[in-house]
């Protein structure tokens, strides 16, 4: 199968990279509006050059948008008006939500189209899903130390919409309260599922990279680590002590068996896949949808806007 790239940026070059590693693709093309960075990502990893989307559409099967947020209608749109191949766009799905209704609106029923929210594909997230059994409290944390990679997207469609995924489409489903609050770069959203409370919350003024899930049950507690793809579950202790009048308790704790892997590679594997079988991909841009529109309540909810 052929496959395009449109963009070279960070994903881009991700996306590139892991094509080129993938037996089930063929050729990889590359467009951006920067000819000479495209020339160099093909160089490094065996891809050609084309000079237009309108051309890499009549020569691959699919192409993943890597480009900035906010040219994700624009060039999806384009991909869709120059013959209609398979789509994994990046998260979010379109800088808006009104954006990504127009999209979707105009994707044909038979076109595989997926949307890259690559925590998804996190082996962790499959592990967490199945011990998850009755959930008192959930507390998800993505705190970044200051980068300027995102310039167009704030801290809510940068890093908490991750989670924010995770949450409706993975461990809950249903409505829900909301209360928050924070600024452009420091948030914290407490979400209520019936009498559940979960806690999202991100940050881009942090000291300390985090990535992290922590889920409270009658019996368990449950951790995991999204970056070293980690799970422990700690149990109760069948007995508590008092030694020297001090309280001891000894929890056991269970390391998790976890298959790690690349989460991205997982991600553009199964994307091939689909393509290839013509099957929805496990993301699809209405659950991208569903995500954006929590993001702008989380947003609306800072700014003191009814939501």
């Not at 996306?15 to 951006?32: C, M, N, T, W």
């Not at 076109?111 to 899903?129: A, Q, S």
Request: charged residues 25%; hydrophobic residues 40%.
């Amino acid at each position: 199968m052929d496959v395009g790239v449109i963009g070279v940026g960070m994903m881009g070059k991700n996306h590139a990279r892991i094509y080129s590693e993938l037996k089930s693709v063929g050729s990889v093309s590359i467009f951006d509006l920067n000819a000479t960075l495209a020339e160099d990502l093909a160089t490094q990893y065996g891809g050609t050059v084309v000079p237009t989307i309108a051309e890499m559409c009549r020569k691959v099967d699919a192409v993943s948008i890597c480009v900035p947020t906010r040219f994700h209608y624009a060039v999806a749109s384009e991909v869709l008006h120059e013959g209609g191949v398979a789509m994994l766009i990046e998260k979010p799905v379109c800088a808006t939500v009104e954006e990504s209704r127009k999209l979707i609106n105009a994707i044909p029923e038979d076109l595989t189209v997926g949307v890259g929210h690559i925590e998804r594909f996190n082996p962790i997230i499959g592990e967490i899903r199945r011990i998850m059994d009755a959930p008192l409290y959930v507390e998800m944390k993505r705190h970044n130390p200051a980068s300027g990679r995102i310039t167009d997207a704030s801290i809510v469609e940068d890093l908490m919409i991750h989670d924010i995924d995770i949450m409706r489409h993975v461990l809950f489903n249903g409505g829900y309260s909301l209360h928050c609050g924070g600024t452009t770069d420091v948030c914290s959203a407490l979400f209520t599922y019936g009498k559940i409370p979960v806690s999202l919350s991100a940050s881009r003024k942090s000291s300390k990279k985090i990535r992290s899930i922590y889920i409270e049950q009658e019996e368990m507690t449950i951790e995991g680590d999204f970056m070293t793809q980690e799970v422990s579950i700690y149990r109760k202790p069948e007995h508590y002590a008092s030694e020297n009048e001090r309280y001891v308790q000894e929890n056991i704790i269970e390391k998790v068996l976890v298959n790690k892997n690349e989460p991205l590679k997982r991600e553009l594997d199964t994307f091939v896949d689909c393509v290839k079988r013509s099957k929805a991909f496990p993301v699809t841009p209405a659950e991208a949808l569903a995500n954006l529109i929590t993001c702008e309540e989380v947003a609306g909810c800072i700014a003191g806007r009814k939501v």
